[in-house]
């Protein structure tokens, strides 16, 4: 039997309706974090001068994430004190304030402070906007909004590297932009986009109802047991995240690439975890994730340690292992947090996204010094041996996932229409 194709056209209109709604929330977090994430790599552009006291390097790679996870720990808190849109555009705000203090003075004690406060907007700007696109969207289009959620993020880091590219790496504005770009996502959340779309429940009906009973909260530990592999992939998610956009500037200095090179490096990983999003995500919606998750950490560490491989690689070659590792190593944590979210009933989404923030803050914080580290004491190469470890193990439990018996009392809420 044939549907009307006014009907159709109708369903498909209605549906659209919800993300048509959203998507001026969705540019202004693309546009902050583009700013955020400029302002990370012109830092990191600015560490790889060998002048600097490599410690000096350490302890300021390792500001950002313990301001990160201290953006975890308080956004919650925000939210409830102010409300989701009220919350972003105080931490926007937080943001341009921090970037201008970089434009003042190279003190290390002040850009250590620096650095926590990017790190704190980043993380909290993250929070705010998942838990609210996780209470906004229902059961049907929490993939769709969450796919668009990570498109946006990707493409944030994307433009990053563009304006850097198109500014030069070694340009003296770097920090002015950054600035001028954080200014225009708060002009344009405040003043352009309009307010965001209500909720369906009161924010303090939801808080309430979330800590109605705290035996039902999912902490890190309690998904682990229910879903280590996506555990395991929000962590090496953090660990990849940091260390490549950090900690490729100060790599390709070593092993004597100039800068320019460097963010190229960087924009092609962008660029490949920003064009596999949606064919990745289709195949998470038609087959096991587990195994791909499988199959992403093989990968993962192939091309780790291809890059690690002794020896020097014709530049585009370089360009395409970067290209092809951001198209697997960016692409794990959607398909690691789809399974977790299928594994868990709706009313405990925004808890369990919550403790996963959390532990993707703890691989941020983790990880940075011991990367820098390594690459002190044996090469610039074991930066991509460190991150190759990550992928194994995301392979490894995939593997234990797939093997182990199913726990009983897991009940499964197939939100994108996986096979788990």
């Not at 406060?117 to 700007?125: E, K, M, V, W, Y």
């Not at 940075?368 to 995301?394: R, Y």
Request: charged share 10%; glycine share 8%; proline share 5%.
């Amino acid at each position: 039997m044939m549907r009307d194709p006014d009907r159709t056209i109708g369903d498909f209109w209605r549906k659209a309706a919800g993300l048509r709604a959203i998507l001026h929330v969705m540019a202004s977090i693309c546009i902050v974090a583009t700013g955020n994430s400029l302002l990370t790599t012109t830092v990191s552009l600015h560490l790889s001068d060998p002048a600097i006291d490599p410690h000096v390097v350490q302890l300021l790679l390792t500001a950002f994430p313990i301001g990160f996870l201290a953006g975890c720990l308080s956004a919650r808190f925000m939210v409830v004190r102010f409300g989701h849109e009220r919350a972003f555009l105080a931490v926007a705000l937080l943001a341009a304030f921090g970037a201008c203090g970089y434009m003042l003075t190279e003190v290390a004690p002040v850009w250590f402070c620096l650095r926590l406060i990017n790190g704190f907007s980043i993380a909290t700007l993250f929070v705010v906007s998942e838990s609210w696109i996780n209470l906004y969207a229902d059961q049907k289009n929490r993939g769709a909004y969450f796919s668009l959620y990570m498109l946006m993020t990707s493409l944030a880091t994307l433009f990053a590297q563009l304006l850097v590219e198109a500014a030069g790496a070694t340009s003296p504005h770097l920090f002015q932009i950054a600035l001028g770009v954080i200014l225009l996502g708060l002009i344009y959340a405040r003043f352009v986009g309009g307010p965001w779309p209500v909720l369906r429940l009161p924010l303090a009906v939801t808080v309430d109802a979330g800590n109605a009973h705290s035996g039902h909260r999912y902490g890190i530990w309690r998904l682990a047991a229910l879903a280590p592999v996506a555990v395991v992939c929000v962590f090496q998610a953090g660990m990849t995240n940091m260390n490549v956009y950090t900690m490729t500037p100060i790599y390709a200095e070593r092993v004597h690439l100039d800068a320019a090179v460097a963010v190229t490096l960087v924009t092609a990983f962008s660029l490949g975890g920003m064009l596999a999003q949606a064919p990745v995500g289709w195949l998470s919606d038609r087959m096991d994730r587990r195994v791909l998750l499988l199959l992403q950490g093989l990968a993962g560490t192939g091309l780790c340690a291809a890059i690690a491989w002794p020896g020097s690689y014709p530049q585009m070659l370089l360009y395409g292992l970067f290209f092809a590792y951001g198209a697997i190593a960016l692409t794990i944590y959607p398909v690691g947090i789809a399974y977790a979210n299928s594994q868990l009933d709706s009313r405990h989404m925004v808890s369990a996204s919550g403790s996963l923030l959390l532990l993707y803050s703890i691989g941020n914080i983790m990880t940075p010094g011991l990367a820098a580290q390594l690459m002190e004491l044996f090469a610039p190469q074991a930066l991509f041996l460190l991150l190759g470890s990550g992928a194994f193990l995301v392979a490894a439990t995939a593997c234990f996932n797939l093997l182990r018996r199913p726990i009983g009392a897991a009940k499964p809420c197939f939100t994108t229409g996986g096979n788990e």
